[in-house]
């Protein structure tokens, strides 16, 4: 079977936040806490996870005196992503009645 299963991509809000990442080339955390509507540690948490796999980068800077921490894909969590999109393309395509 081409594609891989990949259990970072099991959670709901890490699925989206790499659906996101995929289409933006930077996104912050605040904008994420907004469309995902999750709570700054539910966010935060998941955040860390995808981190720590090397999926994404994180930036932080300031805008003015406000601190912005902005996130983006790795080219490692970006082909993670896509193995997992294909794993479950096939896996619906076998299971079509």
Known sequence: MKG???KAFENVVRLRVMSILMVNTEYDFNSFK???EVTDGNLASHLKNLEKQEYISVNKSFVGRKPMTAY???EKGKKAFQ???EFLEIL???NKL
Do not use: C, F, R, S
């Open 4 to 6: 891989t299963y990949d």
């Open 34 to 36: 907004d469309l995902l």
């Open 72 to 74: 983006t894909a790795t």
């Open 83 to 85: 193995e997992h999109l």
């Open 92 to 94: 619906i395509k076998e």
